[in-house]
């Protein structure tokens, strides 16, 4: 089971930020936070991950509370081709040979931007 | 260059028949996966793979079986197929370890 929570659904109008909030409450000191999205009817595709530490990239930024039980992705200009659905998913740091890596993906949270 | 790329992109076949997915990643990555997402939306793991090391999703039925001829393809044979196996399946790559996967476009597998 995902050991994540999201709100179902989001709007944002274009040019706005998208903030998408996630708790994982259980989250455990070796466990990462991802962020993946899926655009109707392609594959998942990832966006940013991160420990304990904020993180940005050309795509979004991810702020992790200090007590890192839960995490925001923020888009700062959302367009109407960020509308998808975003993935909060925890997974555990470690060298390939089980299935602890493996991603699982609760439902989501369906972002519409709007114009 | 399309990173991870699946055939075909559908696939209507009748019940009992045997079909196969066909995968591959140009990325170079040592680890390989399929996932399955049904009607509902839910996308779920049915098997990593790395370096001939294979692990299983326990609900997975043994109909299906993952195929690695090379390091850079991963094939998804299905027997027998039941119409509950319609759904879209995606495969993705990623290096060993808690890095970002990759996916591919999907398959999607009508069962009539």
Redesign the interface.
Known sequence: DAKTTQPPSMDCAEGRAANLPCNHSTISGNEYVYWYRQIHSQGPQYIIHGLKNNETNEMASLIITEDRKSSTLILPHATLRDTAVYYCIVRSRHRYGGSQGNLIFGKGTKLSVKP | DTA?SQTPKYLVTQMGNDKSIKCEQNLGH??M?WYKQDSK?????MF?Y?NK?L?I?ETVPNRFSPKSPDKAHLNLHINSLELGDSAVY?C?SSR???Y???????TRLTVT
């Open positions: 991870v040592d680890t996966y939306k839910f996308l779920k793991i990593s790395n090391e692990i999703n995606f993705a060993p370890g808690p970002e996967q990759y996916f591919g476009p999907g």
